[in-house]
């Protein structure tokens, strides 16, 4: 059983669609689904799964990533009309939901890199159960990129491990004795532990809830230091204010991305 398998499950429980069920026998049906906003569209790879396993026909107008203007039809499904609506719902969340995200991270790189074309804005942990990784898809279909998936892909020292260890130096260097594969990063939260931690062996380092001129500043004298370590802008970034962090930055992150955005308006109507 798959993601999709257990959506539907979600849905239809071990009764089914009982107004469907009660209504229609063996009728077919045509529908198409249609923008009501202009987007970045996402979500169609997973649409067509959807209606594949209720052994529908679906035909995709579009494609992923794929800008469209308001009352766009992006998907013709024919089949079985019990069919066409089980698949309803949990299709529509999907396109909705990761339209919406890849259509804010579109606007956001594109807004950011006319200042600094080599800078990223990412994805972060801060995603709804179950659906990150569509979450993080559609940020990368809008032009972003994932970040860490999980704990389990990359070292993030943060507050709470430090406020345990007691040491920045004690932290990393525990790490060194049993990571030796993965990107190292350290969160900081003031200028002190910032030039400490550029003195260290380390890959990134991220900027917690730095004001844009302070940032500014601990960026300057960490690359003075070492020039090589990426610096990483997070905490209390907003729409409105990204575009201070963006000259001195090489990264952005997020958790408005995933968490915050408002999805796009789309329908399926039965033709």
Known sequence: MDDIDRYLEEDL??????TSDSLFTNETAEAKIIAKENCIIAGLEE?????????????TLVKDGDFIEKDTTIAIIKGS??????GERLALNFICKMSGISTETKKLVKKCRKINPKLTIAATRKTTPGFRKYEKK???????????YGLYDAVMIKDN??????SIDEAIK????KVHDNIIEVEVENKKDAISV???DIDVIMLDNF??????????KIREINSKILIEISGGVTPENITEYVPFADRISLGYLTNKVKSIDFSLEIL
Do not use: C, W, Y
């Not at 429980?13 to 009982?18: A, E, H, P």
């Not at 799964?49 to 026909?57: A, H, M, P, S, V």
């Not at 559609?138 to 860490?148: C, F, S």
């Open 13 to 18: 429980g071990d009764k089914g669609d009982i």
């Open 47 to 59: 649409t067509k799964q959807i209606f594949k396993k209720l052994k529908t026909q679906i035909k």
């Open 81 to 86: 009309a019990k069919a066409i609506l089980k």
């Open 138 to 148: 559609a940020v990368m279909i809008g032009g972003g990129e994932a970040h860490r």
């Open 161 to 166: 491990h430090l406020k345990i260890i007691g």
């Open 174 to 177: 525990r790490v060194k004795q």
């Open 198 to 200: 550029a003195k260290l």
């Open 211 to 220: 004001t844009p001129s302070s940032a500014r500043n601990v960026a300057e």
